[in-house]
């Protein structure tokens, strides 16, 4: 009995050892290395709006089929380029995220295709008591005096206005509210000839809007009618005749 026991044991053992040996080399077989491409991205935090610097950025082995697309490989194709986004350490570098700097200021490179960035003056009241910041999205109203009524008519001129950078500065890192004397905006040709013709006649507020809320409402604005002729309050005058 103890001799079969043995022969049993060492068979059974035997079985399990070249078991293990064969899927040891299966596994082996199968876990042949994927391929590799260099990927830059960030090696450090950057910030929105900053031409790339050769010390911001690193290359890393990143699997060929999971290579984020419009990524770069070489890191001549992006210095010199201009953030449009936030970059973190160890985030790819992509093309829709950067843009070019072909010299002047680095805002230039952040304006969109087929607009234009124009400045406003703002105070106080009209900048949002300094609460408006780079990246935020504004409405644009309009006031000004309606002749036959002279009464102030106030209507929302655009909506969802990008706002590209308050007084000299485009960094999306600034969280605190200060007092800035203008506020540039960006908008297309014909958006841009709206402001510019609402601040020659009369005055404009800017009011922001939540960062989720795209939607473009629809305003009405009521005009007062002026009154008829015969509800007027006329003046009576008289005329006193001073003999000589």
């Known amino acids: 009995?103890?001799?079969?026991?043995?022969?049993?044991?060492?068979?059974?053992?035997l079985l399990a050892v070249l078991a293990a040996w064969v899927a040891n080399f299966w596994i082996k077989g199968r876990a042949v290395p994927d391929k590799t491409t260099s990927v830059?991205?960030?090696?450090?935090?950057?910030?929105?709006?900053?031409?790339?610097?050769e010390a911001q950025i690193k290359a890393i082995a990143w699997p060929t089929n999971l290579v984020p697309q419009g990524s770069f490989s070489t890191k001549e194709q992006v210095?010199?380029?201009?953030?449009k986004n936030n970059f973190y350490p160890d985030e790819p570098i992509t093309e829709k995220r950067m843009?070019?700097?072909?010299?002047?200021?680095?805002?230039?490179?952040?304006?969109?295709?087929?607009?234009?960035?124009?400045?406003?003056?703002?105070?106080?009241?009209?900048?949002?008591?300094?609460?408006?910041?780079?990246?935020?999205?504004v409405d644009i109203l309009s006031t000004k005096k309606e002749p036959t009524t002279n009464q102030a008519i106030t209507k929302t001129l655009l909506q969802n206005i990008k706002v590209l950078a308050v007084d000299q500065e485009v960094s999306q890192e600034k969280d605190k509210p200060a007092i800035v004397r203008a506020v540039t905006l960006e908008l297309k040709p014909e958006q841009a000839e709206i402001i510019v013709q609402?601040?020659?006649?009369?005055?404009?507020?800017?009011?922001?809007?939540?960062?989720?809320?795209?939607e473009?409402?629809?305003?009405?604005?009521?005009?007062?009618?002026?009154?008829?002729?015969?509800?007027?309050?006329?003046?009576?005058?008289?005329?006193?005749?001073?003999?000589?």
């Not at 210095?79 to 953030?83: A, D, E, L, S, Y």
């Open 1 to 13: 009995m103890n001799r079969r026991f043995i022969i049993m044991f060492s068979i059974a053992l």
């Open 40 to 53: 830059l991205v960030a090696a450090v935090e950057i910030p929105y709006g900053v031409k790339l610097e």
């Open 79 to 83: 210095v010199g380029k201009v953030t």
């Open 99 to 137: 843009s070019e700097h072909v010299g002047g200021s680095t805002l230039s490179g952040l304006i969109s295709k087929d607009y234009r960035a124009i400045s406003v003056r703002v105070d106080d009241v009209v900048g949002v008591a300094g609460f408006i910041l780079p990246g935020n999205k």
């Open 198 to 214: 609402a601040m020659q006649e009369g005055t404009i507020q800017l009011t922001l809007r939540n960062p989720d809320d795209p």
């Open 216 to 244: 473009f409402v629809v305003t009405q604005v009521e005009v007062a009618e002026p009154l008829p002729i015969e509800k007027r309050q006329v003046k009576k005058r008289t005329l006193k005749i001073i003999p000589w």
